[in-house]
C-alpha cells in the first residue's frame, strides 16, 4: 500500500474541501472530484488530460492495493454528502485498518515527521510572539493613559 501517496491525497482533500466529492472522479478544470481522483492528480498532475481517462483500477494500481481493498477505500457505501473531513477521516481509518504491520509503521513514521514538522512552525510561529504580545500590551496601555 503507498502509504505515503494515501497521507497526501488526504491532505490535499483537506487543504481543497470544496473540490471534494466522493461521487466524482476529477477533471482537469478543477471540478470537485473523490478519492481515487485525488490519487490520479497528484500523480499525474493538474491539467492535461480528464481523468475520466483513467480508471479506478489505475488507482488502485498507483496505491499498490487488491480490488478489494480499492472496493473499501473507494465505495465506502453511503457516498452521500461526505465532507472533505469525512473522506480524511475514512483514509486514516483503511491505513489503520487494512496496512500491514510494516505499513503501519510507516504510517506512523510519517504522522511522527509530520508532528515534529508542525511542532518547528509553532516554535517558529512563537519565537516572534513575544514582539507582538509586548506591543499589544504597550498599545493597550496607551489606551488606559498609562
Known amino acids: 500500500m503507498n502509504i ?3 497521507l497526501r491525497v488526504a491532505d490535499a482533500i483537506s487543504k481543497n474541501e470544496e473540490r471534494f466529492d466522493m461521487g466524482r472522479v476529477l477533471h482537469k ?3 470537485k472530484g473523490c ?3 485525488w490519487v490520479l492528480m497528484l500523480t499525474y498532475g493538474p491539467g492535461g488530460e480528464t481523468y475520466w481517462n483513467y480508471t479506478v483500477c489505475d488507482a488502485m494500481k498507483l496505491l499498490g492495493i487488491r480490488e478489494y ?3 473499501k477505500l473507494f465505495y465506502p457505501g453511503s457516498l452521500s454528502n461526505w465532507t472533505a473531513a469525512d473522506g480524511v477521516a475514512h483514509i486514516h481509518a483503511f491505513i489503520q485498518k487494512y496496512a500491514t504491520a510494516k505499513e503501519l509503521e ?3 513514521k510519517l504522522q511522527r515527521e509530520r508532528i515534529i514538522q508542525v511542532k518547528q512552525l509553532l516554535q517558529s510561529m512563537q519565537s516572534s510572539k513575544p514582539e507582538r504580545c509586548i506591543r499589544r500590551q504597550e498599545i493597550g496601555a496607551s489606551n488606559l493613559g498609562l
Open 4 to 6: 505515503q501517496l494515501l
Open 29 to 31: 478544470c478543477g471540478t
Open 35 to 37: 478519492i481515487a481522483g
Open 69 to 71: 481493498y480499492a472496493d
Open 106 to 108: 510507516e504510517y506512523h
